[in-house]
């Protein structure tokens, strides 16, 4: 199916994710505002409900807070996707990657270690050990910085809202591309649950369950847990064992303590455990000369989905504990809210580095009458990475009940990564240790002077780093290199907005994001790079409806000194990653995404993006020759690093074209049953995975689809389907002094689930 002819189907309608559709009693999705009850159990969505007055809130209205405040989603001047878990799990029941199928503009990508957003463009290639990622992720207001923690279940997410472009005032240093602000349920003074078991294509087998007790009317409970367990599919080329059997387990917990009207407290305690390789997984697409000498076995070589050449068994474990507390006291003329939150970390894999079977020999030379020795070599690389990171957040919000509503809030971060082992074929790279302070001040106001309202807002960021290592050595070795620096930044954000009526505005902004300077914790002698900046612009259209609504945006960015990783080869044939800065970049574009329910029986969501990203002065890119004249290809063996010129190449991980639709059937069956069919296309134009523009995966599409019966409100039983016309395209490719590999998307995959809600 051509572009042309799915850009066709959708013109049905535009659809924003944030839909505004009611959800079921057993949906946890549903986005619009609750129905309010008396009783001091109901005192903080009465207080919200009050907040939200002046605009007019009625049942159905998409309820957002990317401005830390609780607004409806129509007007509020930023390009947001607020997803439902329902929307979500229709796309796929792995994880928040699956964001990819349903928010226009973005492209989330499973990487090594966890998962890498890219929002029109803007996002990181690959998580360094010591630096985060340019689209800042929160749960529960809480910032996550280790991208290894960030692949998880959705047993107890409430909503997911994807704000795109900048959000430097609000959300911090490193929210260049945006956020992603994710939220779990609170404790509530009503009885729920939830549980849902599902059987998947490749024995793969989810559990979650979800339970609210209210213990009196001032103190209440809720704990989610899930289980994943997945034999895998891919097999070993020789032993036909299979590679990538994965388990995962996560568990929440809330207390919720209200002891009187205008003042709660929220603890939360959460356990994550990720074991899963198939992130490392990556096949041989083109072996270097090197593979051809008679001595080295490297055969078979896998190239297909199904199979993997590795003589290293690939590991990827990840542990994620944290802590917080959210204290909330709602004062006469505002709301004052404190986050306090403390979060570990850790990652251990083993990846091998080659994809084939090989041996490579490794030469120590030795004095005679030794003479060198030769000594055979799997490839692999071994690391283990510990964070900790502590941060808190105190702001005051406005009742927004006057011509001004306000936040204004301080933010303090502490973080210490340590990388106490790194091997390169058994033999110790290094070890690292890296430290940051970051100290912000923050306000955003609003002045409304009749329809139209006037956006001004800045951020003050200040950040110490400290950088130590060691090379050839792993811990407790000391330190003989030692890094310090300091970034300042102010992040402005003005902006327009006019209200056409009630339920439609048009708004124009100007805001900077800042993401801050990173010292190479992932090689041994690597440079650090400065911050990155971007000054972006936008103008858009809202409208919604009970039965439509609209979102257009069209937006350009100027880039500077973005953050970008690339893989190079060492000493001894070692081969890690190291960052680097691209002076210039500049990236324009639109997406749009609305619904249309046509009746109760049938409605459409859809979107569209348009993003034109490229490099405008990156003369000096990381890349890769093959050439046998280069002297460093030793005749044609070995790729070899160069520097190559991709001022004018398409960004990487940015599809110039995206389009996603569900369209949505529903019947009520029987005298309190209903059948729902949702059939889901997904397409990507090129995407591009290095500097040059040499490795990429062309245009494809994905379809998905599900049949849900649901039983007296709170039974169902689904039977679903995720790419369905079994599409094989890769989701990453990478080059390294040995080859060119890459990583597939998910086979065609399919099941059943079971839930049960209360």
Not at 670 to 681: E, F, H, Q
């Amino acid at each position: 199916m051509t572009l042309k002819t799915l850009t066709s189907i959708m013109a049905i309608a535009w659809v924003s994710v944030a839909h505004a559709q009611s959800s079921s009693s057993g949906d946890l999705g549903n986005r619009s505002t609750p129905d309010m009850k008396s009783g001091p159990a109901q005192s903080a969505a009465n207080a919200r409900s009050a907040s939200l007055a002046q605009n007019a809130v009625s049942p159905g209205d998409i309820v957002v807070t990317a401005q830390r405040r609780s607004e409806r989603w129509v007007d509020v001047p930023i390009s947001i996707a607020a997803v439902s878990p329902s929307a979500l799990e229709q796309a796929g029941p792995t994880s928040l990657e699956n964001l990819t199928k349903v928010v226009p503009g973005a492209y989330f990508q499973r990487a090594v270690y966890g998962l890498s957003p890219t929002i029109r463009g803007i996002g990181s290639t690959l998580p360094a050990s010591g630096g985060e990622q340019n689209v800042a992720t929160y749960i529960d207001g809480v910032y996550q910085a280790t991208p290894t923690g960030n692949i998880f279940d959705l047993a107890s997410v409430s909503d997911v809202e994807v704000l795109k472009g900048p959000q430097g005032t609000l959300f911090g240093r490193n929210a260049t591309g945006g956020a992603l602000l994710i939220k779990t349920l609170d404790p509530s003074f009503a009885t729920s649950g939830r549980f849902n078991v599902s059987y998947e294509r490749f024995n793969q087998v989810r559990a979650s369950g979800y339970l609210n007790v209210p213990i009196n009317d001032k103190i209440a409970v809720n704990g989610a847990i899930s289980y994943r367990y997945a034999r895998g599919y891919i097999r070993d080329g020789r032993t036909g064992d299979y590679v990538n059997e994965g388990r995962n387990f996560t568990a929440r917990g809330k207390l919720l303590l209200q002891p009187t009207d205008n003042f709660s407290i929220i603890l939360t305690a959460s356990h994550a455990d990720f074991d899963d390789p198939t992130g490392s997984n990556y096949q041989s697409i083109r072996l270097t000369g090197l593979y051809s000498l008679p001595f080295l076995d490297s055969g078979p070589v896998s190239k297909d989905r199904y199979h993997l050449s590795h003589n290293t068994r690939d590991v990827i474990k990840t542990s994620t504990d944290e802590y917080s507390a959210h204290a909330k006291l709602d004062l006469d003329f505002g709301t004052l809210t404190s986050i306090s939150a403390y979060d570990v970390n850790d990652l251990f894999s083993i990846n091998d580095l080659d994809n084939t079977y090989a041996t490579i020999p490794l030469v120590i030379p030795l004095p005679l009458p030794i003479g060198p020795i030769v000594i055979p070599t799997d490839q692999s690389a071994t690391v283990k990475v510990h964070t900790k990171t502590f941060t808190q957040e105190l702001n005051l919000t406005s009742k927004g009940d006057g011509p001004l509503s306000y936040v204004a809030g301080l933010y303090y971060y502490h973080s210490e990564s340590a990388v106490p082992l790194l091997l390169s074929n058994d033999v110790p790279l290094f070890n690292a240790f890296g430290k940051n302070n970051a100290y912000a001040a923050y306000a955003e106001g609003t002045y409304r002077l009749g329809e139209l309202s006037l956006i001004a807002g800045a951020r003050y960021s200040y950040e110490k780093r400290l950088g130590e290592s060691a090379q050839g050595v792993s811990a407790p070795s000391p330190f003989t290199r030692i890094q310090n620096a300091t970034d300042k930044k102010w992040t402005p954000r003005i902006g327009l907005r006019y209200a056409l009526s009630p339920r439609a505005n048009i708004y124009a902004t100007y805001s900077k994001g800042f993401k801050s300077g990173v010292f190479d914790l992932s090689s041994p002698n690597g440079p650090s790079v400065k911050p990155e900046t971007v000054d972006a612009f936008e103008a858009g259209f809202k409208t919604s409806s009970k039965m439509f609504s609209l979102s257009a945006a069209g937006f350009y960015y100027d880039y500077k000194d973005s953050q970008v990783n690339s893989t190079v080869s060492g000493q001894d044939g070692a081969i890690f990653n190291q960052l680097f800065n691209v002076p210039t970049s500049r990236i324009y574009g639109i997406d749009i995404d609305g619904t249309v329910r046509f009746s109760d029986a049938f409605d459409v969501r859809a979107g569209f993006a348009y993003t034109h990203a490229r490099y405008i002065d990156f003369k000096t890119a990381p890349g890769y020759t093959n050439d046998p004249t280069v002297p460093a290809t030793l005749g044609g063996l070995f790729n070899a690093n160069i520097v190559v010129d991709a001022s004018g190449s398409h960004m990487v991980r940015a599809p110039a074209y995206t389009a996603s639709a569900t369209f949505g059937y529903h019947a009520e069956v029987g005298d309190d049953s209903r059948l729902d069919v949702t059939v889901s296309p997904y397409y990507s134009s090129r995407v591009y995975f290095d500097f040059a523009n040499t490795l990429s995966q062309k245009a494809y599409m994905t379809l998905d689809a599900a049949v849900t019966f649901t039983s007296h409100g709170n039974m169902t039983i689904s039977v679903f389907g995720r790419n369905l016309t079994d599409k094989i395209y890769y989701t990453q490719q990478g080059i390294n002094a040995l080859g060119t590999n890459g990583n597939f998307g998910m086979p065609r995959t399919y099941g059943v689930s079971l839930g049960y809600s209360f």
